[in-house]
């Protein structure tokens, strides 16, 4: 087949049925008068078409010949670049001359020799270096709670986002060849992509692209367990869905019109937007009544005269492990993010005389997506009625300030009310000596580890003292009496 045109158009010609049929064993041949070699969008249409190799021919007074084509799994780099001046030399290029022993051997991209799903993840900052490292550590963490094979990376820092695709055109060109490489099943941003952005970057690749806040979504998806998550998370992904249906293809094309029907008919996006609509509006109505529930158990502690707290913290920082010790309860505990959706609430006795309501809720994360915040607000209503908020902070992170601030920026952002809260700082056992002894010299009842249960009747003896001196423990016993 011969077009007229650059070899990154050919993925417009790729319907013909005899590149489709074996496209490993075709090979491309470019005629160009250009000085330069191949493009980056060149490569990346030679991986998308998956064909053999790419030979690029200069016509000029001294025709040069180059080479491209994909190494080797053993080699690290992505591709193989050979030149030559002189046609002869060429027939001698042992992958030019055993091309019909490679047919047979059919070589591959990279084999990736894992059962999960192969992702790529892409990191992009416009803050600074430690944004960007600390980003992409935590895409990281929540790739490795889904059990997800990262085959690859690539980072970039710039001052500002690119409005069409994020991140610069230069750079994604190498992220699509080298995604394409290795195997990935999905290409992953750090950064919640907008509409517009997903379907400008899907267009130049066959890859699924996806983005943070759908990882999310999705391990929330993995962790549910009772009605009521479900309910709160199929909500949080049809929000994220309802914007997006644009840019779906063919699968949303036009449906003819019936027999006797006087229109050509709705298309099939036209129809999936009404559902979502109609479906958001049902489990909105669902979540009100958890909310109406919820109120209705508040109230009855009311009238019981309990104090209410409630641990609040970053996901991963240790907050089941301490409402097992101070409750002697066994809800689930784990290293893996967002491992607790269902709040639990159990009682328990700070002192011989103080007895409270301790809750255990779902964990906090940076830049938490807002409809997951308003598809979970019968879930964080029940941490707004608490009279405490205990803040659990894992100090054996090295960014645990931020997570601090990224906590309360995210309660301000659901509108929770609270009147009292006491930060506890977690997991001192992993840290070192000398910042453990400065952690408690500044914070001496404050420092716990819930695993080995240090601390801990510090820790309950200054809880009690607190809610002592801010009267609510008086105010209730005297109600009640």
Not at 62 to 88: F, G, P, R
Not at 101 to 107: A, L
Request: glycine fraction near 4%; aromatic fraction near 8%; charged fraction near 30%.
């Amino acid at each position: 087949m011969i077009f007229i045109g650059s070899p990154w158009m050919i993925e417009d010609y790729f319907s013909n049925e005899s590149i489709k049929s074996s496209p490993s064993q075709k090979r491309l041949i470019f005629i160009t008068k250009k000085q330069n070699g191949f493009e980056k969008r060149d490569k990346v249409s030679l991986i998308n078409s998956k064909l053999n190799n790419f030979l690029l021919i200069r016509n000029s007074l001294n025709s040069n010949y180059e080479v491209v084509y994909k190494a080797k799994s053993q080699i690290k780099k992505l591709w193989l670049s050979e030149k030559y001046d002189d046609i002869n030399k060429l027939n001698s290029c042992p992958f030019w001359q055993n091309f019909n022993n490679i047919k047979r051997e059919k070589i591959k991209l990279v084999e990736n020799k894992h059962d999960s799903e192969k992702v790529y993840l892409v990191n992009v900052s416009n803050i600074d270096s430690t944004d960007l490292k600390y980003s992409k550590e935590e895409l990281i963490e929540l790739c490795i709670s889904l059990n997800k094979s990262i085959v690859g990376s690539k980072q970039q820092l710039r001052k500002g986002f690119d409005a069409s695709t994020m991140i610069g055109k230069g750079i994604l060109k190498d992220i699509l060849l080298e995604a394409k490489f290795y195997n990935a099943n999905k290409i992953i941003f750090n950064k919640e992509l907008l509409p517009h952005q997903s379907k400008k970057i899907s267009s130049m690749t066959n890859i699924k692209i996806s983005d943070r806040t759908e990882l999310i979504l999705e391990i929330f998806e993995k962790n549910a367990k009772s009605k009521e998550a479900h309910t709160q998370i199929e909500l949080a992904k049809l929000k994220y869905e309802l914007p997006r249906l644009i840019g779906f293809g063919k699968g949303f094309s036009q449906i003819t019109g019936g027999i006797r029907s006087k229109g050509p008919g709705e298309k099939k996006l036209e129809q999936r937007r009404r559902y979502l609509r109609k479906r958001i509006n049902e489990l909105e109505k669902q979540i009100d009544n958890l909310s109406r529930r919820r109120g209705l158990n508040r109230t009855q502690r009311l009238r019981n005269q309990l104090i209410t707290a409630t641990l609040v913290g970053y996901t991963c920082a240790g907050k089941s492990t301490l409402f097992n010790k101070l409750t002697k309860s066994n809800v689930v505990e784990s290293t893996k993010a967002f491992s607790t959706l269902n709040p639990t609430t159990r009682k328990t006795y700070l002192s011989e005389d103080t007895q409270i309501l301790l809750s255990d809720t779902v964990g906090f994360i940076t830049d938490l997506p807002k409809d997951l915040i308003s598809s979970f607000r019968a879930t964080l209503e029940e941490i707004g009625q608490s009279d405490v908020l205990i803040h659990v902070v894992d100090v054996n992170d090295n960014n645990y300030e931020e997570k601090i601030s990224s906590v309360e920026n995210t309660l301000d952002i659901a509108g929770l009310q609270y009147s009292k809260k006491i930060v506890v700082f977690n997991k001192i056992d992993l840290i070192q000596i000398d910042k453990k002894e400065i952690l408690k010299k500044m914070f001496p009842k404050q420092c716990i580890s819930s695993y080995t249960s240090e601390g801990l009747s510090d820790l309950k003896k200054y809880i009690d003292q607190e809610i002592k001196e801010i009267g609510f423990y008086s105010d209730k016993i005297s109600v009640s009496q």
